[in-house]
């Protein structure tokens, strides 16, 4: 089983910036898709953005122009970029790696955004 951590989360103010991290335990990005989601208090968990293994990336329409998905293969590390980021992007944000024969998940990281 492939073991995923996130890092990178924090609070920060409306309109500032945060990169995540998504550390695996095997060279997983360069073979499977692979997202963040995130979930907000009382939401459901919804798909931020997706990379496959030849890079195409794909994003929810809310962070079009403000987030940027990235892998470093030689690193084993998944990357979210957000920018110009706003309150309603305040969620546990969840590193996913669509291995075989499962899913897998990371723990999560708190990103708050808030004045």
């Known amino acids: 089983q492939v073991q995923l951590v996130e890092s990178g989360g924090g609070l920060v103010q409306p309109g500032g910036s945060l990169r995540l991290s998504c550390a695996a335990s095997?060279?997983?990005?360069?073979?499977?898709?692979s997202g963040w989601f995130r979930q907000a208090p009382g939401k459901q968990r919804e798909l931020v953005a997706t990379?496959?293994?030849?890079?195409?990336?794909n994003y929810v329409d809310s962070v079009k122009g403000r987030f940027t998905i990235s892998t470093d293969n030689a690193r084993n590390t998944l990357y979210l970029q957000m920018n110009s980021l706003k309150p309603e992007d305040t969620a546990i944000y969840y590193c996913?790696?669509?291995?075989?024969?499962?899913?897998?998940w990371g723990q999560g990281t708190q990103v708050t955004v808030s004045s």
């Open positions: 996913n790696s669509r291995t075989y024969p499962r899913d897998s």
């Open positions: 095997g060279s997983i990005f360069s073979v499977y898709t």
């Open positions: 990379i496959t293994n030849s890079g195409s990336t």
